[in-house]
């Protein structure tokens, strides 16, 4: 499997780092070995000084597909869960200055969250007004909507599967809202979907 990121996809977390709106998804990709499951707790690597937390919902992918039609993406995932793009935003800022691939800011292990439980999207009445949110001891950092997403759903499968051939198991993390911001040693970090609380881990 896969893991494919969308960056810049909510407003206001582009200008927090003053970034353009971008015309079309940008994406970029995340090995299986950057997974981080069953609430394991996240060890701050010691190559940096500044990783950032990105709360986002992610959609699995159920089948194979390719140029997918935008009216057809909705038959490509069941399932919608939460994760945590973990960015260590001051390599990143050093590659983008240098025009340089983000990998070693993005793809390292354990910078891939991942709930083990994921929802059925029927569960949902309108996709695009899902809430999810992050807290850090307690304290609301991120609050983000669906709404508020650049790109739906359906745009991201579209526009992905023009590039990249989608297989089943392959997990969309959709893009982050506003209000990411430093992790640092002791942290207790809780992740929910709605009101239901998929996430539960500490930073060590
Ligand atoms: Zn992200």
């Known amino acids: 499997m896969k893991i494919i990121c969308i ?5 206001a977390h582009a200008h927090e780092l003053n970034n353009e709106i971008p015309q079309e998804p940008v994406f ?4 299986d070995s950057s997974l981080l499951r069953n609430n394991d707790p996240f060890y701050i690597p010691e190559w940096s000084k500044e990783i950032h937390h990105e709360i986002e919902l992610v959609i ?5 597909g390719k140029n997918i039609e935008k009216r057809f993406a909705h038959r490509y995932f069941d399932e919608i869960g939460l994760g945590i ?4 935003r001051d390599i990143q800022n050093k590659l983008k200055e240098k025009g340089l691939p983000w990998e070693k ?17 029927t569960a949902f009445p309108d996709q695009q007004n899902i809430s999810f949110k992050l807290k850090i001891n307690g304290n609301l950092v991120q609050d983000g909507n669906s709404k508020l997403m650049i790109f739906s759903f359906g745009d991201i499968i579209s526009h992905v599967s023009k590039y990249v051939t989608l297989k089943i198991g392959d997990l969309i993390y959709t893009g982050t809202p506003a209000g990411v911001g430093p992790v640092k040693i002791g942290d207790h970090l809780e992740g929910f979907l709605e009101d239901k609380k998929l996430l ?3 930073i060590k």
């Open 7 to 11: 960056g810049r996809n909510y407003v």
């Open 200 to 202: 539960d881990f500490m």
């Open 28 to 31: 970029f990709m995340k090995p």
């Open 85 to 88: 793009d973990f960015t260590a």
């Open 105 to 121: 800011a993005k793809a390292f292990d354990q910078s891939a969250v991942l709930g083990e439980v994921f929802i059925d999207k």
């Open 60 to 64: 699995k992918i159920n089948r194979i």
